[in-house]
């Protein structure tokens, strides 16, 4: 899979997160966040081959490039 740096959180410290990164190859989004704690984990019922990340609302315009 190859990845294009879209951008990171400019309230981010030195850790980098939440950063967004745009698969061409698969038009769709990459997304590091921080991981959900585990009582809201389990109450999202998520299949084994899935996960979710936290990302706050300040990385909406990241999403919003089209290119």
Sequence with gaps: MNLDFVGKD????NDGSPTVYRCTER??????????????????NIPDDED?????????????QKD
């Excluded at 038009?27 to 389990?42: E, N, P």
């Excluded at 979710?52 to 919003?64: I, W």
């Design 10 to 13: 400019p309230a981010s410290k």
């Design 52 to 64: 979710a990340v936290e990302v706050p609302f300040r990385m909406l315009p990241f999403l919003m």
């Design 27 to 44: 038009q769709s989004w990459v997304i590091q966040g921080r991981k959900l704690d585990a009582q809201t984990h389990a109450r999202l």
